[in-house]
């Protein structure tokens, strides 16, 4: 998947708002809210490379907590991505005062993350592109403190049969026609789509993040607009 995202990478966001029906941005924002940032905390947002979390990360910290000490290190494997982001966020306060870092790296194996060294973890929309989401979710529960907070939003299943159905119609055939109107790579966008259908549903996502050691209250999860999207939010138990 990471040739997909050298193609594409200066018209990602443009395309996700249209391929979302510009719902992306609520989402994004509807999940750091989930998130619940804690003042002071550092948050490895992985996946993230053009900066969209970390962006919404710091700014509820300034200006709902009123903190100006938290940090965020991005970590993405596509350095196009990577690079995006850091022109997005280069004339920050935040890039001057190293709230914001940014690292090339592989979500399977965050070799440059030391072990309990996180408070928080978050990719977005990111897991459903690796070829092993478990490898990621083990290496999310290593750099994560004991008490550190896993937060995963990524694209779901819907279980209602009339939504469902448009849903699953949509990704087969809207996305792909328009990356391919919009970034000019349908092919790109039809692998695309095949990785997100190809994700495992909600409820089995679930029993991978609990088989890993993470404490997933209730069902272990929160569906958007019927499952378009979920949430997942756990914690690595205090005592791991």
């Not at 924002?29 to 948050?43: A, C, D, S």
């Not at 993230?48 to 970590?75: M, P, W």
Request: glycine content about 8%.
């Amino acid at each position: 998947m990471d040739s997909v995202y050298c193609k594409v990478a200066d018209k990602y966001d443009s395309v996700t708002d249209v391929m979302s029906l510009y719902m992306n941005k609520v989402w994004k924002q509807w999940f750091v809210e989930r998130m619940k940032p804690i003042p002071g905390e550092k948050l490895l947002d992985v996946a993230g490379g053009t900066c969209e979390i970390a962006k919404r990360y710091l700014t509820y910290q300034d200006n709902v907590n009123g903190d100006n000490s938290s940090t965020v290190h991005v970590v993405d494997f596509n350095k196009d991505m990577l690079r995006v982001g850091q022109h997005r966020l280069a004339n920050t306060q935040w890039v001057k005062d190293n709230r914001v870092t940014f690292a090339q790296g592989n979500a399977e194996d965050l070799v440059d993350i030391p072990d309990n060294s996180m408070d928080a973890y978050s990719i977005s929309a990111g897991m459903h592109n690796l070829p092993h989401p478990e490898k990621a979710v083990q290496e999310a529960f290593r750099v994560l403190k004991p008490g550190g907070r896993f937060a995963c939003l990524e694209y779901g299943y819907v279980d209602m049969p009339v939504f469902g159905h448009i849903s699953r119609w949509y990704w087969d055939n809207m996305l792909p026609a328009i990356g391919g109107w919009l970034a000019n790579d349908r092919p790109s966008y039809e692998r695309l789509a095949r990785s997100v259908r190809s994700f495992p549903h909600q409820k089995q996502f679930t029993k991978v993040i609990r088989r890993t050691g993470f404490h997933l209250p209730g069902k272990g999860y929160e569906l958007f607009q019927c499952g378009m999207m979920v949430v997942y939010i756990a914690t690595k138990p205090p005592n791991a």
